[in-house]
């Protein structure tokens, strides 16, 4: 029998797949499954401690041959609760203080290579002393050969004493004792049984690191351990974060590589723990971090370029097989994220489908997209407050769409803000200067503009028989 509010819930999940069915990325077919699968979690905890201690699944059942497997999945009833776990400290010191920033790394004995100890080193010298008060980094250790995490124990210790001391690295492991059953499972995707394996229990490694991170930091991120950082990726995820306050969002990208770069709030990490616990022999990570994403109604991946991490691995942890994936979006140095104050946008283009202003303004990889412009045209940004602008930079075209350029137009900014027509206008304008091949750039505005900016505006100077896309607007303040 369910309970009142565990059916309320279901209803809900139900209505938001409802409003997802048509657009979203993951099929309905692909979420109804998923929902059957999450009938069980309901299944009140003594039906499944009954008989054979059989975990009850629509679309796979798996026998759970020993009560030290239970614990695992009984507390699944209470989905946004710890999983019952005792750690084992291998190298920590007690943490002060909850930081911003989380850095989660699961790690195994790999039959070739080992790169954690420079994913470790990448992660603490391409950040700042500042920058180092603000995040902790967290590595599980889920080998079950216990020389080898001697072996791994002592080389952290050895080489990163001092941020184990300050309490910015700790190292754990969850004991086998907590997995479920990792042999036998099903093959799905036609997978040979030790891929299956290897894939089931990365799962639970992960979905352990996730639950004891929960309540470090107010952010976490997953990286894998052969990663490679930018520099301040910290300052760029903070600044990212900063400009989507006020937007709804589950997951933040900055990779486009495997588990590498995956942004959440810590308060979802319980959920996300469950989830792969509960599926941990489905499918791989990746593939079921969509239906997650899914499921909590973010339709659309949200994804940043250019990339703050990058693959640095040869060998696969997989049977040492070669793995060469990089990601082209990468870039070592620092990048400068603009600060794009608040601001509402508006243009009398004709917009095509939902490409709308917005987008252009947005630091998510989208951009604005409308028919032929006519001399005229305007596509403006009106700021909630007078800001001070040090630089300005205007991308219009793609890659793809080479010529969607605006071929004559200019940019002004302007003062005195007024209401016309339920809108805010500037009265005044002045000029800064001409697109050149469809691009506008420009530092040093604060010291050509005497006022305080309120209104940018790009002014169309000549009709062009080719759609016009503005592919990011970039705005750094003082």
């Not at 630091?363 to 997209?369: A, G, L, Q």
């Not at 300005?392 to 803000?417: A, C, P």
Request: aromatic share 14%.
């Amino acid at each position: 029998m369910f309970k009142f509010h565990q059916m309320k819930h279901i209803f809900e999940i139900l209505d938001k797949m409802r409003c997802l069915r048509k657009r979203s990325t993951v099929s309905f077919l692909g979420v109804l499954v998923i929902f059957l699968l999450f009938m069980n979690l309901y299944i009140e905890d003594s039906y499944v401690l009954e008989g054979d201690k059989q975990l009850i699944r629509e679309t796979s059942t798996h026998q759970l041959n020993s009560e030290r497997y239970v614990h695992t999945f009984k507390d699944l009833s209470n989905f946004s609760g710890a999983i019952n776990v005792t750690y084992r400290y291998l190298a920590a010191t007690p943490l002060q203080r909850k930081r911003y920033l989380t850095i989660g790394l699961s790690s195994v004995k790999r039959k070739k290579g080992n790169y954690l100890l420079e994913t470790i080193k990448s992660i603490f010298e391409q950040s700042s002393y500042e920058e180092l008060k603000e995040i902790s980094v967290v590595v599980h250790l889920a080998d079950f050969n216990s020389s080898w995490r001697d072996v791994m124990v002592q080389d952290i210790t050895q080489k990163f004493a001092h941020h184990i001391i300050a309490g910015r690295l700790m190292v754990i492991h969850a004991p086998e004792d907590y997995y479920p059953i990792l042999d036998g499972l099903k093959r799905n995707y036609n997978d040979p049984e030790d891929r299956v394996k290897f894939r089931s229990k990365q799962n639970v490694d992960y979905a352990f690191l996730l639950n004891f991170c929960a309540n470090t930091s107010d952010y976490y991120v997953m990286l894998e351990d052969d990663v490679r950082c930018s520099k301040n990726f910290l300052t760029a995820i903070k600044k990212v974060i900063a400009s989507l306050e006020g937007t709804y969002w589950v997951t933040l990208e900055f990779s486009k590589l495997g588990y590498i770069g995956k942004l959440y709030h810590s308060h979802d990490l319980p959920r996300l723990a469950h989830f792969l616990l509960m599926f941990y022999q489905e499918m791989p990570c990746d593939w079921l971090l969509t239906h997650f994403r899914g499921l909590l109604a973010q339709k659309n991946v949200i994804r940043f370029k250019p990339s703050l991490f990058q693959h640095m691995g040869y060998y696969s942890s997989y049977k040492g097989t070669e793995n060469k994936l990089k990601d082209d979006d990468f870039e070592e140095e620092s990048f400068d994220i603009p600060d794009n104050p608040p601001a509402s946008l508006y243009t009398n283009m004709n917009v095509f489908e939902n490409y709308e202003a917005s987008k252009a303004y947005s630091s998510v990889d989208e951009y604005f997209w409308g028919k032929p412009p006519s001399i005229g045209d305007v596509f403006v940004i009106v700021f909630e407050n007078p800001v001070v602008i040090k630089k300005i930079k205007v991308n219009t075209g793609t890659e793809d769409r080479q010529n969607d350029i605006l071929h004559h137009g200019v940019l002004d900014v302007g003062e005195n803000v007024t209401p016309v027509k339920q809108r805010r206008q500037c009265s005044t304008y002045l000029r800064l200067g001409e697109f050149k091949n469809g691009n506008f750039e420009m530092s040093g505005v604060n010291q050509k503009i005497p006022f305080d900016i309120q209104c940018m505006r790009i002014y169309v100077t000549k009709t062009q028989k080719e759609w016009l896309i503005i592919r990011s607007i970039s705005i750094w303040t003082s």
